[in-house]
Each structure stands twice: as structure tokens, then as C-alpha cells.
């Protein structure tokens, strides 16, 4: 393989639920924190993910916030098809996997 291939992207197995408000700002128009993050990835830098989202599948990158947690920009479309695009609603997710 050369400097400028990378190897292929293959899933790993996550096991991570969590229930968080939307949040809105600047930066992403709708996004959520992701707590224990860090920690459960084990790296404060970028990292796609895919699992659900009040039982829709989706896939994200979350983006490392610089103070901790990660942050998980959440698509205007998915906003719709869940039915909730207001911050502070409340939004459950499961992440199962980990692309890397």
C-alpha cells in the first residue's frame, strides 16, 4: 500500500445508548452532545459512527468538541423524519458501530 491509499473503512461493534436534547448554534445547525465519548472511543478526534436515532438508522461523524464530549450533527432530514428539529427536545440513540 502506498502513502496516499488507505486502508478500507470496516465497522466495529459499539454498544452505546444515550438520551439528549438537540441542541442548536453556529457551528452545526442541530447537533447533540455525546457524554463519555472520549472516553468510549478512546479519542478526542473525529469518528464516524452509525446506529439509530429514535429508532432510525443513520450514519454521522462526531466532530470532537475541544472541551470534552463529541458533538453529533444530526441531518435536517433526519430532524423531519423523527419529527423533532426544536432544541431541548429530547432524542434517544444507540450507537453500534464504529467506522474506521
Do not use: N
Not at 502513502?3 to 453556529?26: C, V
Not at 445547525?29 to 465519548?37: E, H, K, L, N
Not at 458533538?71 to 467506522?99: H, M, N, S, T, Y
Request: with cysteine; aromatic share 8%.
Amino acid at each position: 500500500m502506498t502513502s496516499r491509499q488507505t486502508a478500507p473503512t470496516t465497522p466495529q461493534p459499539l454498544d452505546h445508548r444515550f438520551t439528549a436534547p438537540l441542541e442548536k448554534d453556529g457551528t452545526y445547525a442541530t447537533f447533540v452532545t455525546v457524554p463519555g465519548s472520549a472516553e468510549l472511543l478512546g479519542t478526542r478526534r473525529a469518528v464516524k459512527v452509525g446506529g439509530t436515532i429514535d429508532g432510525h438508522p443513520f450514519t454521522a461523524t462526531l466532530m470532537p468538541s475541544g472541551a470534552g464530549p463529541h458533538w453529533l450533527p444530526v441531518r435536517a432530514a433526519l430532524c423531519k423524519l423523527i419529527g423533532k428539529d426544536k432544541a431541548g427536545e429530547e432524542v434517544e440513540f444507540r450507537l453500534d458501530q464504529r467506522f474506521s
